[in-house]
């Protein structure tokens, strides 16, 4: 089993950044990529980013692309989320996720058997 926490979310302000960290418990060793989706108020979960276990290969929803940054740090199983010039429709509960099942990066959270409990973030203006 692989348990998931995620810390970093609050209040932020429009144009500001926040810093999302996903830190992995467990059997880590059989984790193949790390992904964070994110749930708007009132809407579905949706895919933000995902990053390679190995090689650090990452995949971006193309409508996030220039406001963030997917890494990693293997040695402390942590994936980290950075998004900058924060709009209020940035707001969402933030969800961590991995998955033991693929070797790809996939935007699908089917792909995805590990989830975090999710951090809130909400921008205000």
């Known amino acids: 089993q692989v348990q998931l926490v995620e810390s970093g979310g609050g209040l932020v302000q429009v144009g500001g950044s926040v810093r999302l960290s996903c830190a992995a418990s467990g059997r880590t060793g059989n984790i193949t990529a790390g992904g964070w989706f994110r749930q708007p108020p009132g809407k579905e979960r949706e895919f933000v980013a995902a990053i390679k276990q190995s090689g650090g290969s990452t995949y971006v929803t193309t409508s996030l692309k220039d406001r963030l940054t997917i890494s990693r740090d293997n040695a402390k199983n942590t994936v980290f989320l950075q998004m900058n010039n924060l709009k209020p429709e940035d707001t969402a509960v933030y969800y961590c996720?991995?998955?033991?099942?693929?070797?790809?990066?996939?935007?699908?959270?089917?792909?995805?058997?590990?989830w975090g409990q999710g951090t809130q973030v909400t921008v205000s203006s």
């Open positions: 996720a991995a998955t033991t099942m693929t070797h790809g990066l996939g935007s699908s959270r089917w792909l995805y058997n590990y």
